[in-house]
């Protein structure tokens, strides 16, 4: 039974939810503030968390980047009443793996948390038996999500190892920009494509202590991860 964190104030709402997805097979710890939240994250093992956007004490934004600090590895999306476009962005750019806009229907939630978590699972799957892999002088540890090059190390989040992975699989090859969006975001949208350009500005800084590696963009094209 999968194990899920839910994060929601709004008290009628959240009661819904949690039986709804008890209902569907899933284990709920439901928190009514973001401090809440952070406390049962600290303290529990989840296989993904919803969090709602605006909450009490600790919101959804901020708390996401809390618990990226404590596990990057754990997948999470929002859940807000507001349309705003910024909104969407932020969500993405923090390496959120879906965003819904309430109101919703609660089988569209199941169905968006049942993909990422089999996304998840079949990335695990594809891992290589030698967890760390020679990235020209960079190691990067797909297992433990760390990239690290002499004394310098980064502790990636998991999108950012998923889209390493798939770049390295496919490097000095010309790819299109829906093939890694559907690859890695699984939706090759507007906003899952400014993701994408978010997450790979922050790849190309942190592979820059190598001048042998570099992502090479190929306008209205796509992009080629070379290693020299």
């Known amino acids: 039974m999968k194990h ?6 709004d008290l009628d709402f959240g009661n819904i939810l949690k039986q709804y997805l008890e209902i569907s097979g899933y284990q709920i710890t439901w928190a009514k503030d973001g401090q809440e939240a952070l406390e049962f994250f ?3 093992n989840f ?19 809390k618990v990226i600090d404590i596990n990057p590895e754990t997948p999470f999306i929002f859940l807000t009443a507001r349309k705003m476009k910024e909104d969407k962005i932020k969500g993405l750019k923090l390496g959120a793996d879906d965003y819904i806009v309430k109101p919703f229907e609660a089988d569209e939630l199941v169905l968006r948390l049942s993909n990422i978590l089999k996304r998840t699972e079949k990335v695990a799957s594809q891992l290589p038996q030698e967890s760390i892999i020679k990235i020209s002088e960079y190691n990067f540890d ?13 502790q990636l989040t998991q999108k ?18 829906e093939d890694i969006l559907k ?24 592979f820059k202590q190598d001048s042998s590696i570099s992502i090479e963009s190929i ?3 796509g992009l080629e991860f070379k290693v020299r």
Not at 4 to 9: G, K, T
Not at 49 to 64: N, Q, R, S, Y
Not at 183 to 202: C, H, L, P, T
Request: charged content about 30%; some cysteine.
């Open 47 to 65: 296989n993904i968390c919803v969090f709602d956007v605006m909450m009490p004490k600790i919101d959804g934004f901020t708390l996401a980047e």
């Open 142 to 154: 797909a297992t433990r999500l760390e990239l690290s090059h002499n004394d310098y190390k980064k």
């Open 42 to 44: 600290k303290n529990g």
């Open 219 to 221: 306008r209205g094209v």
């Open 160 to 177: 950012e190892g998923e889209l390493i992975l798939f770049l390295f699989n496919h490097k000095n090859q010309l790819l299109k920009r």
């Open 4 to 9: 899920i964190l839910l994060a929601e104030d």
């Open 183 to 206: 690859a890695v975001w699984e939706n090759d949208d507007f906003f899952s494509g400014r993701s994408m350009d978010v997450f790979i500005s922050r790849l190309r800084k942190y």
